[in-house]
């Protein structure tokens, strides 16, 4: 028998908002379900958090402007997020999943990467897999998928080829052929815009990337390239970090020239605080502090913070507060400025 180096496990949960919302209401079964901002019979502004797969069959997906979701389906069912459910939702499942390692990694509200190197055998690690399927299927009545393999990106790639309702399992000595017909965006690290570097230069599959040197890949991506090298051979090194730190998602912009231009300065800050949300949804996290930040002439820089009593994932509260804290920074300095920025630091996943 050989004995697997690593073995890693990604469980995510299917189409998770819309299958609570399944759960409560199950009379919703077999009809399209979308999750997210209010469709106003076509006009709402917002987007879609996620569909059930009923809904995902008339195209409709995350992150998808709900107008458009209301276009390709009128009848679906439309629900506001009810994101005090599925935080508590979240937590029954992570302690669940607890009860089998004492090494996760939780990276979203129904996400985690599992350490499962003690199984020796994927044959064990997949039996694991399974039990945690069935006691959150038992108790919390909802599907989930996993990944087994012997690295947190093969685990990923596994799971989501798995879904809805599967097991997929990935052993290191397959995991290169695995990786080679995938297309490039399915490595870690290459989101659209490495993407669409690689794909003017006609690469397209993982398999393409191969014909790269190490040199090349560095000189191109910097360390991020040197990664990729061995992504593209099916080898990934990443720990699943059971301390998660205090993460933060924040986005500024420099102007060109210093400004005090009320038009230019009020939008920019909207388009900034709706990135920073865009990002936290995606995400599926709550914030607790909001930060502005803002560069003066002369390199003089300022923040201004604001942390809330509770973890809040509400939108408006991160438009509202940061909005604010902008306006002070605006009354009380009338230099012009250079810089402007905002983040929120998330809420930690798990409790202490
Ligand atoms: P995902 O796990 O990415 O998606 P999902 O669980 O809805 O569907 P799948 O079966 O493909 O895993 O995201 C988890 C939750 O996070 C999702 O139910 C809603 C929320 N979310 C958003 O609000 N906006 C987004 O753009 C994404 C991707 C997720
Ligand atoms: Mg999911
Ligand atoms: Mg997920």
């Given at each position: 028998m050989v004995m697997a180096n690593r073995i890693i496990i990604l469980l995510d949960m299917d189409y998770f908002f819309a299958q609570v919302e399944e759960r409560e209401s199950p009379q919703f079964k077999g009809k399209p379900v979308v999750v997210g901002a209010d469709p106003k019979e076509g006009k709402g502004r917002g987007v879609v958090s996620t569909a059930n797969y009923v809904a995902r069959k008339y195209g409709i997906h995350s992150a998808m402007p709900i107008s458009k979701a209301w276009q390709l389906c009128p009848t679906a069912i439309f629900l506001p997020p009810n994101f005090e459910l599925y935080s508590r939702t979240s937590e029954n499942i992570m302690n669940i999943i607890r009860g089998f390692s004492d090494k996760v990694e939780q990276t979203s509200l129904d996400e985690a990467y599992i350490d499962v190197s003690f199984c020796k055998t994927y044959k064990a690690a997949e039996k694991i897999a399974k039990d945690m399927r069935k006691e959150i299927l038992e108790k919390e009545r909802l599907t989930c998928s996993c990944g087994v393999g012997p690295s947190k990106m093969i685990a990923k790639i596994a799971c989501e080829m798995a879904k809805p309702d599967g097991i997929g399992v990935v052993t290191e000595k397959e995991a290169e052929k695995f990786v080679e017909p995938l297309d490039i965006e399915k490595m870690p690290g290459i989101g659209q815009k490495t993407a669409a570097i690689l794909r003017s230069s006609n690469f397209q599959t993982v398999a393409d990337i191969k014909k790269l040197s190490e040199h090349d890949l560095e000189d191109l991506f910097g360390v991020r390239g040197k990664e990729m090298y061995f992504n593209v051979r099916g080898i990934d090194n990443s720990q699943v970090e059971?301390?998660?730190?205090?993460k933060s998602i924040g986005k500024e912009v420099t102007f060109e020239t210093d400004t005090r231009d009320p038009e230019l300065l009020v939008l920019t800050f909207e388009q900034l605080c709706r990135q920073v949300a865009q990002e936290l949804k995606e995400e599926g996290q709550a914030f607790k502090t909001v930060t502005v930040v803002c560069r003066f002439s002369g390199f003089e820089t300022h923040t201004k913070s604001k942390t809330f009593k509770e973890a809040s994932y509400d939108q408006g509260l991160l438009r509202a507060e940061a909005t604010k804290l902008f306006l002070r920074f605006l009354v009380e300095k009338q230099k012009p400025l250079r810089l402007i920025g905002v983040r929120v630091q998330l809420a930690p996943l798990t409790k202490a």
């Amino acid at each position: 028998m050989v004995m697997a180096n690593r073995i890693i496990i990604l469980l995510d949960m299917d189409y998770f908002f819309a299958q609570v919302e399944e759960r409560e209401s199950p009379q919703f079964k077999g009809k399209p379900v979308v999750v997210g901002a209010d469709p106003k019979e076509g006009k709402g502004r917002g987007v879609v958090s996620t569909a059930n797969y009923v809904a995902r069959k008339y195209g409709i997906h995350s992150a998808m402007p709900i107008s458009k979701a209301w276009q390709l389906c009128p009848t679906a069912i439309f629900l506001p997020p009810n994101f005090e459910l599925y935080s508590r939702t979240s937590e029954n499942i992570m302690n669940i999943i607890r009860g089998f390692s004492d090494k996760v990694e939780q990276t979203s509200l129904d996400e985690a990467y599992i350490d499962v190197s003690f199984c020796k055998t994927y044959k064990a690690a997949e039996k694991i897999a399974k039990d945690m399927r069935k006691e959150i299927l038992e108790k919390e009545r909802l599907t989930c998928s996993c990944g087994v393999g012997p690295s947190k990106m093969i685990a990923k790639i596994a799971c989501e080829m798995a879904k809805p309702d599967g097991i997929g399992v990935v052993t290191e000595k397959e995991a290169e052929k695995f990786v080679e017909p995938l297309d490039i965006e399915k490595m870690p690290g290459i989101g659209q815009k490495t993407a669409a570097i690689l794909r003017s230069s006609n690469f397209q599959t993982v398999a393409d990337i191969k014909k790269l040197s190490e040199h090349d890949l560095e000189d191109l991506f910097g360390v991020r390239g040197k990664e990729m090298y061995f992504n593209v051979r099916g080898i990934d090194n990443s720990q699943v970090e059971t301390e998660r730190e205090a993460k933060s998602i924040g986005k500024e912009v420099t102007f060109e020239t210093d400004t005090r231009d009320p038009e230019l300065l009020v939008l920019t800050f909207e388009q900034l605080c709706r990135q920073v949300a865009q990002e936290l949804k995606e995400e599926g996290q709550a914030f607790k502090t909001v930060t502005v930040v803002c560069r003066f002439s002369g390199f003089e820089t300022h923040t201004k913070s604001k942390t809330f009593k509770e973890a809040s994932y509400d939108q408006g509260l991160l438009r509202a507060e940061a909005t604010k804290l902008f306006l002070r920074f605006l009354v009380e300095k009338q230099k012009p400025l250079r810089l402007i920025g905002v983040r929120v630091q998330l809420a930690p996943l798990t409790k202490a």
